[in-house]
Each structure stands twice: as structure tokens, then as C-alpha cells.
């Protein structure tokens, strides 16, 4: 079964790209009229509704955090038709990216330090 992959992308464009990825993957299958742009397009804008649903309006997932979505799908009878979904969420941890910054410098000062020696 085919599987398309959004990547990393933040919540607040995750729509566009899984449609993006979703097209692409089936263009062929458009050219050969095998399956229909449209009848996908709706589909595909009922998946990001209920991701939106899931991941802002239930979990409060902030705008600019991370989301990765793969999505396991089928053309059955010329129909689009999804299979699987995975949604993984990446989210700030502020602790960790100061500690990671702060660790950072150190290290840059550290060997800047060294070389003007």
C-alpha cells in the first residue's frame, strides 16, 4: 500500500503539505484518469478538518510546534481511500533547548577561547 510522509512541519502548515504530498504521489493516477483530483481533494480536506479537531481544538497543540504525518492509503474502485494514519507531535521543551543553547556557547566560547591563544 502506498504511504506519503508530510515530514516535519509545523502545525500550522501541516494541511497544505499533506495535500501536497498526497497529489504528488498520485499524479500519475490522475493523468491516467484512473482517479479523481476532486473527489481526493475533498477527502484529503476531510483529514486535515479532523487533525485540526484533534490537534488544536482538543490537545491545544500550539501553532508553531512540530508535526510529522504519515499517512497509509489505497485507491480502491477509484476511490482514495485511507488505510492508516500516524501522527507524531513534536513540541517545544523549553528547558531542554536553553540548557542545549546555554551548553552551545559554552563549547563555541571554549574553542574561540582556544584559538586566540
Known amino acids: 500500500m502506498p504511504v506519503v510522509r508530510t515530514g516535519p512541519v509545523r502545525v500550522s502548515g501541516y494541511a497544505i503539505k499533506l495535500r501536497r504530498v498526497v497529489n504528488a504521489s498520485l499524479r500519475p493516477l490522475y493523468k491516467e484518469k484512473k482517479v479523481d483530483s476532486k473527489e481526493v ?5 476531510e483529514i486535515n478538518a479532523a487533525i485540526y479537531e484533534v490537534l488544536i481544538n482538543k490537545f491545544e497543540v500550539p501553532k508553531e510546534a ?5 499517512l497509509e492509503y489505497d485507491i ?4 482514495f481511500v485511507v488505510k492508516d494514519i500516524k501522527i507524531e507531535v513534536y513540541d517545544l521543551n523549553e528547558i531542554l533547548t536553553k540548557n542545549t543553547t546555554a551548553e552551545v556557547k559554552k563549547l563555541l566560547l571554549k574553542k574561540k577561547e582556544m584559538e586566540n591563544k
Open 41 to 45: 481533494n475533498a477527502k484529503i480536506s
Open 66 to 70: 512540530i508535526v510529522n504525518i504519515t
Open 76 to 79: 480502491s474502485d477509484g476511490e
